[in-house]
Structure formats: structure tokens, C-alpha cells
């Protein structure tokens, strides 16, 4: 069996991290963007009370669930729209296009109705009572915001798939330039509106969602760079086979990101057992780390379009430079992020409360948060380069391993057995993301060394298998 790159091309080292890093600037923008609407939510609420913030962010965290598995299944978009790209059928996207926005649209409207039907999961878990009715009030406005969260990523994954991403990040920053005086307006009460709180929070976010989706979409279909995929040529009704073929691959996806999203979740309803200062000081943390987290996030998914785009071209070769490039540039963010949260969390911390407790609690967790950075990063790139595969079963099953089979038991052992609290559970995160890390990054290692991800590519017009 081959090994990747056996020898080491430098100029063509260079020429990739380049190119990954022209893609992958524009998509960490837009990830941070995206995030920064939950930094945004944070900060107003934590600066109007304690009590606020802590139903602000326990209701973000499951409407965090249904973001990832509007998300998830939408990655299958960029893949397939790159390999298409790379393989010269440029004219069969509009096609794939049409199916992908009828799945965004129904499970837009399934995530609606989940959404506001999830008050038993506070009741589940435990949630003190008294913050219940605002989490619930938070998640009924929110929730109408999934349809255009949904349709605005397969709209995205067709612009990204296509080595464009700057569009991402001017609409994602456009909806967060939008996003704070309207929360600040609804949440406080000005301009004549009565304060809404947790609930102004949710609306505010649900039209920032439509707002975005929308100029996204007029956007697409003026543009002329999109004008060759064919998008608007007719109209199409849902296809089953199309559909299904999408869903093949991004239901995993959406499971993948499930699981660790889903893990994070869980140690957030499970730490809401322990009192409203404990409660928003992880979300602190969590929100910092998550605004770290979409640096590798924004890489990943450039790793996945170079990948993608290479196997459409069915570039042995290139496709392992992509990938090992990719893993590698991601390490080296890694080591920013994990440098400031162990350097200064304190400073961190104070920009989102004023409240000393909170603060100090969110400094120490910040800590635990720095050590599983680079953990984080390999499994994320790892997970990206194999999504440019289409490979995408084995790295569910091994992310539901990592996460629930090993991450929430230790740190739910950690946290309630030894009574380490809220520093258990984030320790389980810890042995969760580096259990995944060397699993994943196993996992690619070996895929590249093989040649049956040639299988799953789309030839070019006219071309034969010859492998």
C-alpha cells in the first residue's frame, strides 16, 4: 500500500496552502459571522441580567441542535457541487441544485415544528423551573427562523462548492452588522417596543435568518457567475432518486456534527442542574470556544472543496495534498486559539459578564477549553478532507463512538461522581475530542493511501473508468 506524498513537493506544498487559504479566509469570516450572533445574544443578555443570559443560552443550545442538523445535511452540497465542478459537468448543478433547496425547504419546516415542541428536554434534564418559561419563549420565536437557515445553506454550499465564498462572508457579516441593534431594540425595549428579553432575542435572530436567506438568493440568481450551472432553466419537482442521493450522503453528516454538537449540547442541560452562575459561566466558555472552533470549521470546509474538486478531476495526488496541506494549516491556527484561552481567560471572560463568580468559574473552564484545541482541529480537517471524499458512514459511526461513547461518560463520571462540577463535564471533552482526533485523522490516513474513493467520483463528459 502506497504511502501519501512518499516524497514532498514544496513548491506544490506552497501552492496549495495558498490556495486553501484564499478559500478558507472568506468561509472562517463567515463561520465567525455566524457564530457572532450567539456572542452578540451572550453579551446583550449577560449585560442585562444573569438571569437573562443563562435562558438566552440554555435556549441557543438546543436550537444549537437544530442548526446542526440543518447544516449537516446541507454539506452535501459543496461536495458534490465541486466534484461536478472538477469533473467538467458545470451544466448538470442547477439540476442538483433545485433537489437540495426542496430538502432545505421540508426539513426547514420539520425544524420548526421540533423546535417549538422541545420544552420537555428542559423537563429531562432538569433545568430549574425558573428559567424554563423564558428558554421556552426564546425557542418558540427562534424556530421560525429554520426554514431560511436551511435553504440559506444549500444556497451557500452551491457558491462555496464552486470555489466562491467570499458571498458567505459578506452576507453572514451583513446579518451580524444587522443583528445587534435589532436584539438591543427588542431585548431592552426601544423605539417604543416593550422589553422582550429572552423572547426579543429568538425574534430578532429569526428575521436576521430570513434577511440573510433572502439577499443570498437574490444574489445567486443575478450574479453572473453563477449563470452556467443552469439554475433557473426550469422548474423542478422533488425527485426522489436526486433527493435520496443527497440525503445518502448528507444525513451522516448531519449525525457527525449531531454528535459533537449534540455532546456539547448535553454538557450544557447537564451543568443547568447546577444553578443559574454555573450555567452562564460555561456558556462563557462555550462561547469562546466555539468562536475558536470556527477557524478550523472555516478550513475544513475549504479543505473539503479542494479535496472535492481534485477527486472530480480525479487528481490522486492533489486530492493528498489538499488534505495533508489542510490538516496542517489547521494546526497551525490551533495554536492561536489554545495560546489566548490559556494565556488570558480572565480578560476573555470579563467581556461577557460583569459578575466576578461568573467570570472567575469561566476563566477556569477557558483553561480546559485551550487543552483540547488541537484535538479539535484534527478531527474537524480530518472530517472536512473526507467529506471532499464523499466518504462520510465510517466518520459518523466514529464520531458517535468518540463523543458518546467515550467523552460523556468520563465527564459525566468526572462531574457527578468525583463532584468535579462543571470542570468533570469539560474534561470529558477533553478524552471525547482527542479520542476522535486520532481516530479520524486515522481514518484518512488510510483512505489516502488507497485508491477506492476513485469509485464514488463522477467522470468527466465522454471519459471511461480506467482503474
Same mark, same amino acid.
Given at each position: ?39 452578540? +445574544? ?172 433572502? %439577499? ?11 449563470? %452556467? ?88 495526488? %492533489? ?56 484535538? +479539535? ?91
Amino acid at each position: 500500500m502506497p504511502k501519501p506524498l512518499s516524497s514532498i513537493d514544496r513548491v506544490r506544498v506552497a501552492r496549495e496552502t495558498g490556495a486553501l487559504l484564499r478559500l478558507a479566509l472568506p468561509l472562517i469570516a463567515a463561520q465567525l459571522a455566524a457564530v457572532g450572533t450567539n456572542v452578540v +445574544d451572550a453579551m446583550l443578555s449577560g449585560h442585562l441580567n444573569a438571569h437573562v443570559q443563562a435562558a438566552v443560552t440554555t435556549g441557543a443550545g438546543i436550537w444549537t441542535l437544530a442548526i446542526l442538523i440543518g447544516i449537516g445535511t446541507m454539506l452535501a452540497v459543496p461536495p458534490t457541487v465541486a466534484q461536478l465542478d472538477g469533473a467538467g459537468r458545470r451544466g448538470e448543478i442547477g439540476a442538483t441544485i433545485r433537489q437540495a433547496l426542496w430538502i432545505a425547504l421540508l426539513l426547514g419546516l420539520i425544524l420548526v415544528y421540533a423546535v417549538r415542541h422541545a420544552e420537555f428536554m428542559l423537563r429531562l434534564v432538569g433545568v430549574v423551573p425558573s428559567l424554563r418559561p423564558d428558554v421556552v419563549a426564546f425557542l418558540h420565536a427562534v424556530g421560525w427562523g429554520a426554514p431560511a437557515l436551511t435553504l440559506y445553506f444549500a444556497l451557500r454550499g452551491l457558491s462555496e462548492g464552486l470555489s466562491l465564498p467570499r458571498p458567505s462572508m459578506f452576507f453572514s457579516l451583513g446579518g451580524l452588522v444587522l443583528l445587534a441593534p435589532l436584539g438591543y431594540v427588542l431585548m431592552y425595549g426601544r423605539l417604543g417596543f416593550s422589553p422582550m428579553g429572552a423572547r426579543g432575542s429568538g425574534i430578532a435572530t429569526a428575521i436576521v435568518l430570513w434577511c440573510e436567506m433572502l %439577499g443570498f438568493a437574490f444574489y445567486v440568481l443575478k450574479h453572473p457567475n453563477y449563470r %452556467g450551472i443552469r439554475l433557473t432553466e426550469r422548474f423542478d419537482l422533488p425527485h426522489p432518486r436526486v433527493m435520496g442521493e443527497l440525503l445518502y450522503l448528507g444525513a451522516p453528516m448531519a449525525f457527525t456534527l449531531l454528535m459533537e454538537g449534540g455532546l456539547f449540547v448535553a454538557v450544557a442541560l447537564a451543568v443547568a442542574t447546577l444553578g443559574e452562575t454555573v450555567t452562564a459561566a460555561h456558556q462563557v466558555a462555550l462561547n469562546v470556544s466555539s468562536v475558536a472552533f470556527m477557524v478550523p470549521l472555516g478550513t475544513a470546509m475549504a479543505i473539503t472543496i479542494r479535496v472535492g474538486h481534485a477527486a472530480g478531476r480525479r487528481d490522486v495526488i %492533489g486530492v493528498r495534498y489538499a488534505a495533508l496541506c489542510g490538516v496542517g494549516l489547521t494546526l497551525f491556527t490551533q495554536v492561536v486559539s489554545s495560546s489566548l484561552m490559556l494565556g488570558i481567560p480572565h480578560a476573555i471572560a470579563g467581556l461577557y459578564s460583569d459578575d466576578a463568580a461568573v467570570v472567575g468559574m469561566a476563566a477556569q473552564l477557558m483553561v480546559l477549553a485551550g487543552l483540547f484545541q488541537f484535538s +479539535d482541529g484534527i478531527q474537524v480537517a480530518s472530517n472536512g478532507a473526507l467529506r471532499g471524499l464523499k466518504d462520510t458512514r465510517v466518520p459518523m459511526l466514529i464520531s458517535a463512538f468518540a463523543y458518546w461513547g467515550v467523552g460523556m461518560p468520563a465527564g459525566w463520571w468526572l462531574a457527578f461522581h468525583l463532584h468535579w462540577g462543571a470542570r468533570g463535564m469539560w474534561a470529558g471533552l477533553v478524552v471525547g475530542l482527542s479520542a476522535a482526533a486520532v481516530l479520524l485523522f486515522t481514518r484518512l490516513w488510510r483512505t489516502l493511501s488507497s485508491e477506492r474513493w476513485l469509485r464514488h467520483v463522477p467522470l468527466a463528459p465522454g471519459a471511461a473508468v480506467d482503474d
